[in-house]
Nanobody, 121 residues
Framework: QVQLVESGGGLVQAGDSLRLTCVAS????????MGWYRQAPGKQRELVAV???????NYADSVKGRFTISRDNAKNTVYLQIDGLKPEDTAVYYC???????????????WGQGTQVTVSS
């Protein structure tokens, strides 16, 4: 199987920056799209940003201009640079990856366990 592990969250002040990292590990797999979602207390999980294997990116309107998604295919890693953090960015941030297992030629979406980002005003 494939596991995703996020890191980089924390307690920050409004206006600060954070860089979230998500690393995929396993054996004999490849990844197509990778993305970041977030879930604030009492709200549904929402898409933040996605990046294809070719580097094409797409963002939620609410984060355009402040969030930057990137990936390192050689390291099976996706990053989320967050600048100008706002209290409304407070949420658990989850990464996901569309995985193809080359052992069984099956595909699925893997999720990380989440990393908490808390922004104080």
């Amino acid at each position: 199987q494939v596991q995703l592990v996020e890191s980089g969250g924390g307690l920050v002040q409004a206006g600060d920056s954070l860089r979230l990292t998500c690393v995929a590990s396993g054996s004999r797999f490849s990844i197509n799209n990778m993305g970041w979602y977030r879930q604030a207390p009492g709200k549904q999980r929402e898409l933040v940003a996605v990046v294809t294997s070719g580097g094409t990116t797409n963002y939620a309107d609410s984060v355009k201009g402040r969030f930057t998604i990137s990936r390192d295919n050689a390291k099976n890693t996706v990053y989320l640079q967050i600048d100008g953090l706002k209290p409304e960015d407070t949420a658990v941030y989850y990464c996901n990856a569309d995985v193809l297992l080359r052992t069984t030629w099956t595909s699925f979406r893997a999720w990380g366990q989440g990393t908490q980002v808390t922004v104080s005003s």
